[in-house]
Structures are given as structure tokens and as C-alpha cells.
């Protein structure tokens, strides 16, 4: 897997990023998991009749770089559920 750019680096990551920022520093949460790189354009969400299904990005899957299973495993709640 090649490096993620610099401006991707903070989408890449925001999940760590946001797991590593106390629980009670929610503003903080916040802005983490609300940034996005300055060359993407997001849609107006209250565009009357908005269509999701229709913008070209929802057929892109995320690069997570997270793994979840490892914090359901250490917490115990990976076995109840299907990965």
C-alpha cells in the first residue's frame, strides 16, 4: 500500500485520530471528524430533491485505515459479531 499524500493524510487517518482524542473533548471530536481536504467540493445538503445515490462519490469506497476488529477483540464483542 503506497503512502497516503498530504492532504489525504488527515482523511486517511481521522477514525485513529478521532479514537486517540479523550471522550470528553468533543468539540475537539468534532472538528477532527468534520475536516476535509480543500480540493473536494461537498454538496449542498439542503439542495432541495437532493439525490445521493446520483453524486459520482458515493460509488467510492473510503481507504480506512483503521482496524476495528482489534478494538472489538479487545474489549471483548468481536466473537458476537460477523465481520
Do not use: F, W
Not at 473510503?62 to 460477523?82: C, S
Amino acid at each position: 500500500m503506497k503512502p497516503p499524500s498530504d492532504d489525504m493524510l488527515h482523511v486517511n487517518y481521522a477514525l485513529r485520530l478521532s479514537d486517540a482524542v479523550p471522550a470528553n473533548c468533543v468539540q475537539l471530536r468534532n472538528l477532527l471528524l468534520s475536516a476535509y481536504p480543500c480540493d473536494m467540493c461537498l454538496p449542498e445538503p439542503l439542495t432541495p430533491n437532493l439525490k445521493i445515490d446520483l453524486l459520482a462519490e458515493i460509488t467510492q469506497s473510503p481507504d480506512i485505515t483503521h482496524n476495528h476488529a482489534v478494538l472489538l477483540e479487545r474489549v471483548g464483542l468481536r466473537t458476537g459479531l460477523d465481520l
